[in-house]
């Protein structure tokens, strides 16, 4: 008798576990986010292989001009499992989560000769160079603060935030390997200690500190992706919540860098320099309605107008910002970009360069980025260095036009020489102009 | 007179047994789930995969196309090319990463990462390396052009039509 009630009842069960995988293919898990019952596909050409991402991701943005999704498709960059029509199943496998850019991901997800690295020349090698940049090793504040409370003879750097090691270095301040900070942290004084604890979320492997104003990703996102106040997604992908911090404002990857994405790092707070305790900045609207004055520096700073008007990417350039390729013991050591580098000195105007190499790096940048329509021919301001300013562009009649990489807009660039300026010239820091062109806080 | 019963039995049929429910239930979860798997097989029997991406493209009468015209075909990603010596073709697919070039003033350029070509696909700047790809041209049993995306042509190759 029981074997009858046992047969009967796992017949039941069986009837019902029939019906309910009916009914869950009559309306499959991804028709909530858009309504569809048939599988989106996409066949990408540089694949050539069917993916159905956007099943579910239907409306996502393109992520940029240079990545168009029906060359790329999805897979190419994310990863996962692209014929999978569960989310968890085609999730599997993501490269870096939702951020293929992660520097834990990025070599698989964005690496490659014919991508974002493995160039013969450094400077085009964007992966290795950021990798190894002062942004993402913090080797410079971690140098400067071990140094300061006396855990290291000099601010040479020893310590990253991984082990870091460069076969080439090419710069005179260049070192060729770092420790992971970690190995070392407990052994150092109180204050490093709390430095570590406290200040070590401002690198591009590291998520940020909770709270308005600190939303970014990690790694190449972190700047190229930027996110909104809240971090919360403003797109058109219906699987993405809308509410929910950490994330880019939309899937898009831009060099048209907003200042506002550099300061979710910088000018967020201070450090305690006797406890190495962070401060947040109080000065500012916690509605985020702060004015760009405001917003840009902190109190203490002193800025002229372009250093406010402008956004940070136009003037600083990407070995200033992603490395020039080797390690460095500060930022100072690469950033080199001052005031007479558009505006000349008394005896000598900024150094251009005229564009004859229809390769030429500046061509690659203003065509990813076209607010000008740079051309071989055409002379731009070159840095020290021999790096181009592409968006400072000389006209017909000898006037230099910066074109801000994020606003689009003209400015004409006023030279020091033949102006009544009373600089010495032997002094070109941002502080000696600051003597006369500072502007005042609001 | 005969005894009349004291009650009256059902009849066996009225009322359902414990093992005729049983029995009910169980035969029906095997019908429905081999009904189930049926209709299963049949759909993955039935099931036909995506055909493969189109590379031959007909593109009429050669004589619909004079000498000195370039015709670029939207769907092959290609552009046919009528001169003196003959029919010729050429992939707009950008070598570099395969993003669909466009014409500019010098040849074609790929609107993607700025790489230019010649009008014979050679590589003026980068990032890509390499010439476009020259695909095969050739008439069908119709009499119309065709030209194949698939099949690299090699360097020079025209196709001049047979005279009717």
Not at chain 2, 83 to 91: D, H, I, P
Not at chain 2, 126 to 149: E, F, M, S, Y
Request: hydrophobic share 35%; net charge negative.
């Amino acid at each position: 008798m029981k074997a009858r009630w046992g047969f009967g009842l796992a017949s039941l069960g069986l009837g019902l576990a029939v019906a309910a995988a009916s009914m869950r293919e009559a309306a499959p898990a991804y028709a909530r986010y858009a309504g569809q019952t048939e599988p989106v596909r996409l066949i990408p050409s540089l694949t050539g292989e069917p993916e159905y991402c956007l099943t579910c991701h239907q409306g996502i943005e393109e992520i940029s001009a240079a990545h168009p999704v029906e060359v790329f498709g999805c897979v190419r960059c994310h990863g996962g499992n692209r014929i999978s029509l569960d989310a968890q199943g085609a999730h599997a496998g993501l490269l870096g989560g939702g951020n293929p850019s992660d520097f834990s991901a990025v070599d698989a997800a964005c690496g490659g000769t014919d991508c974002h690295s493995g160039e013969s020349t450094e400077e085009r090698d964007h992966i290795a160079r950021s990798m190894t940049s002062v942004q993402s090793t913090y080797a410079g504040a971690i140098a400067s603060v071990r140094y300061t409370f006396g855990a290291q003879p000099d601010p040479t750097a020893r310590y990253g935030i991984r082990a870091v090691s460069d076969p080439l270095v090419t710069s005179v301040t260049g070192v060729p390997a770092i420790a992971a900070f970690a190995s070392i942290v407990e052994e150092d004084p109180q204050a490093v200690q709390t430095f570590a604890a406290e200040c070590l979320t401002c690198h591009l492997e590291s998520e940020p500190r909770a709270g308005s104003g600190y939303q970014r990703l990690t790694g190449c996102a972190a700047c190229h992706s930027p996110s909104g106040l809240d971090g919360a997604y403003v797109g058109d992908d219906p699987t993405i919540q809308g509410d929910e911090p950490g994330h880019a404002s939309v899937h898009r990857l831009t060099t048209a860098i907003p200042y506002t994405q550099c300061d979710s790092c910088h000018n967020r707070g201070n450090y305690n320099l006797v406890t190495m305790t962070f401060h947040e900045r109080t000065d500012l609207p916690t509605d985020g309605r702060a004015s760009r004055i405001e917003d840009y520096y902190q109190p203490i700073a002193q800025f002229t107008k372009c250093e406010w008007e402008l956004d940070c990417v136009d003037c600083h350039t990407s070995q200033e910002v992603m490395g020039d390729g080797d390690l460095h013991s500060n930022q100072s050591e690469v950033r080199y970009i001052q005031c007479s580098t558009c505006h000349g000195t008394l005896d000598d105007g900024p150094l251009t360069m005229t564009i004859t190499d229809p390769d030429d790096l500046a061509l690659r940048r203003a065509h990813l980025n076209p607010v000008i329509d740079l051309q071989v021919g055409d002379t731009v301001v070159v840095t020290s260095r021999g790096e181009a300013l592409w968006n400072v562009i000389q006209q017909p009649d000898g006037r230099l036009v910066m074109v801000g990489k994020a606003t689009r807009m003209n400015y004409e660039v006023p030279l020091v020489k033949g102006s009544e300026c009373e600089q010495d010239p032997a002094k070109q820091e941002s502080s000696a102009c600051h003597v006369c062109h500072a502007v005042e806080r609001p | 007179m005969s005894a009349m019963p004291s009650s009256v039995p059902e009849p066996a049929e009225a009322r359902l047994s414990r093992e005729g429910f049983l029995r009910l239930v169980s035969r029906s979860a095997l019908w429905l789930t081999g009904g189930a798997s049926l209709v299963g097989l049949l759909q993955y029997l039935g099931y036909e995969t995506d055909p493969p991406p189109q590379s031959v493209f007909t593109l009429g009468t050669p004589d619909s196309y004079r000498v000195g015209t370039t015709t670029i075909v939207p769907g092959a990603r290609a552009v046919l090319y009528r001169q003196e010596s003959g029919f010729w073709a050429l992939s707009l697919v950008c070598s570099h990463l395969g993003c669909t070039t466009e014409e500019d003033n010098a040849g074609y350029r790929c609107p993607c990462h700025g790489s230019r070509y010649d009008e014979k696909g050679r590589v003026l700047n980068g990032p890509a390396k390499r010439a476009l790809k020259a695909v095969w041209v050739d008439l069908d049993a119709g009499g119309n052009l065709v030209i194949d995306i698939s099949r690299e042509a090699p360097p020079g190759y025209r196709f001049v039509p047979s005279p009717v």
